[in-house]
């Protein structure tokens, strides 16, 4: 079987799946997750995917609407952030104040379902796909907080977590089996960029005709793979940059630590120097990272996004 016939979907999803015609690929991942029908209405603008100086971080990939005005985050995350899990649910909360009109009552506030595609390891767990909803348990009695009768029919839902935000973190980088259902045909997917020939997953037979790397121009195959390059030497920087900082950290951590001559001042001085060493470290690779970019041709909005650094900075550099 021959690999890599096909555009990974980290950059499908910022220059072909945004074209209404490719709409199916989209609805086919959705369907395939939710395990229903999910028919995208329209693709939306939010406010949360206006990249600025202060709020560069905050970057949705894309924001449908379906047929029953429910909104879906789709982000795709390459770079290892500590802070992924805030960041969730700083955008989702934008997004709960930015579309009800100024007046509404709350039950109009919309239906968000954020799906996050993570490309590192984001926490701690052996699973590929988690699911995160709220739910209001009794202190005492451990009982589900339910919704009155006139509230579900009034709201046309059964349970209080259906009113909430709702969560789906794909940890792509965690599957390493053989495909079995369609899930996992489409983790399959999004972890390699192949598409198995024997795959029968919603979506997948409208990739292979839309997403195959020879329907790509030869500027638009040159910029793909420079964008495959670039994030290789974030990946490979990220990591050099960690391991440093950790040593430095330890070693730093040491010498306090023999200075104070006690047990208390060792704990202390490695904890310390660990931070020191780490936030060193980082600052460092970061040069590095913009450095090596700049040379692999890529811009200054690009190297903005995946360093969190401002346009001045990266200028200066």
Known sequence: MEKNKYIRFDWAMKRMLRDKANYAVLEGLLTTLFKEKIVINRLLESESNQEDEFDKYNRVDILAENSKGELFIIEVQNNDEYAYFQRMLFG??????????????????????????????????????????TEFL?????????????????????????????????????????????????????????????????????????LELAMMSKEELSAYYRHLDNTVILKDNIYTSRGEGMLEGRAMGRKEGMREGMREGIKKGRKEGRKEGLEEGMKKAQVQIVKKLKSAGSNVEFIAEVTGMTNDEIENI
């Open 92 to 133: 989702v909360s934008k997004l709960v104040t930015e579309y009800i009109n100024r007046g509404e009552g709350y039950q109009n506030i919309k239906k968000i379902y954020s799906v996050n595609i993570v490309y590192f390891d984001l926490g701690q767990g052996k699973d590929y796909l988690y699911h995160g909803k």
């Open 138 to 210: 009794g202190v005492n009695t451990g009982e589900v907080l339910n919704l009155s009768p006139f509230q579900r029919q009034k709201f046309n839902v059964d349970v209080v977590s259906e009113l909430y935000p709702e969560y789906y973190i794909l940890k792509v980088n965690d599957f390493h089996d053989n495909p079995t259902t369609p899930l996992e045909e489409w983790i399959y997917y999004l972890s390699t960029g192949d598409i198995r020939s024997d795959s029968t997953a919603a979506g997948l037979n409208e990739a292979r005709k839309k």
